[in-house]
């Protein structure tokens, strides 16, 4: 992408505005992301029907406040905890100190997929190939 920049070479991708466990992410195909903790175990593909906008090739897409038939195809690719994250609390001359830590759950996803309105699941090799017979 870093090249396509140098030449002046529009670098076009697909991407959407999705709401995922009350957060919003601007994802594209093939993307990873960590979001709040899924309850769904490490392998399984989910769809998330919260889709706020979609951008093909400039075409924009608002929903209001979401668009209708849109949806996001992702798997979860693991279960971990995020960086500790250190909370100190201070008062001084008083002798008052208190030091807690925090570590978030999160899930690591890969978006498989972005289907915009109206548009379908391509079909595998497999299944046109079963049309065919």
Do not use: W
Not at 8 to 21: G, H, Q, S, W
Not at 40 to 45: L, P, W
Not at 83 to 108: A, C, E, M, P, S
Request: with cysteine; glycine share 6%; hydrophobic share 40%.
């Amino acid at each position: 992408m870093y090249i396509c920049r140098l030449l002046n070479i529009n670098f076009i991708v697909m991407y959407a505005i999705v709401e995922i466990a009350g957060q919003q992410f601007k994802v594209s195909k093939d993307q990873k992301v960590y979001v709040h903790r899924l309850a769904q175990d490490e392998g399984t593909a989910i769809i998330f029907d919260k889709v706020l906008l979609i951008d093909d090739n400039n075409n924009i897409t608002l929903g209001a406040p979401a668009i209708e038939g849109a949806s996001v195809e992702a798997k979860i690719l693991q279960h971990l905890k995020g960086d500790k994250v250190i909370v100190f609390k201070k008062k001084r001359r008083k002798g008052y100190k208190k030091k807690n830590g925090h570590r978030q759950y999160l899930t690591q996803i890969v978006i498989e997929g972005i289907n915009a309105v109206g548009t379908k699941k391509k079909a595998t090799k497999k299944e046109t190939a079963e049309a065919a017979e």
